[in-house]
């Protein structure tokens, strides 16, 4: 059975940083995304990671976010620097058995439950 749990949300002032973390149970996944949404907002792309290395990264959060993978630990992180009020949202990581450049929500196969973060000004 495959689950993805994350970990790591929280309530940290604007400018601070917070390091997600979403552990993958049951297979390996080829590309592996962080996605967010706000409320009132659709679910958005964040960053994604190909096992290959390839990572793409949404504009919004370019030169603050880093995505990385531990494939020995089938973990993906989502590291937030210089975080701002508009990154507050939940944040949800997705699996995707196919490779994708990069992916969509649509076509994710499996979700985590999300965890909150929450920028204060």
């Known amino acids: 059975q495959v689950q993805l749990v994350e970990s790591g949300g929280g309530l940290v002032q604007a400018g601070g940083s917070l390091r997600l973390s979403c552990a993958a149970s049951?297979?390996?996944?080829?590309?592996m995304g962080w996605f967010r949404q706000a409320p009132g907002k659709e679910r958005e792309f964040v960053a994604s990671?190909?096992?290959?290395?390839?990572?793409y990264y949404s504009d919004s959060v370019k030169g603050r976010f880093t995505i990385s993978r531990d494939n020995a630990k089938n973990t993906v992180y989502l590291q937030m620097n210089s975080l701002k009020p508009e990154d507050t949202a939940v944040y949800y990581c997705?699996?995707?058995?196919?490779?994708?450049?990069?992916?969509?929500?649509?076509?994710?196969?499996?979700w985590g439950q999300g965890t909150q973060v929450t920028v204060s000004s």
């Open positions: 049951g297979r390996t996944f080829p590309t």
């Open positions: 990671i190909i096992w290959s290395g390839m990572i």
């Open positions: 997705a699996a995707y058995s196919g490779i994708y450049y990069p992916p969509t929500a649509g076509n994710a196969d499996y």
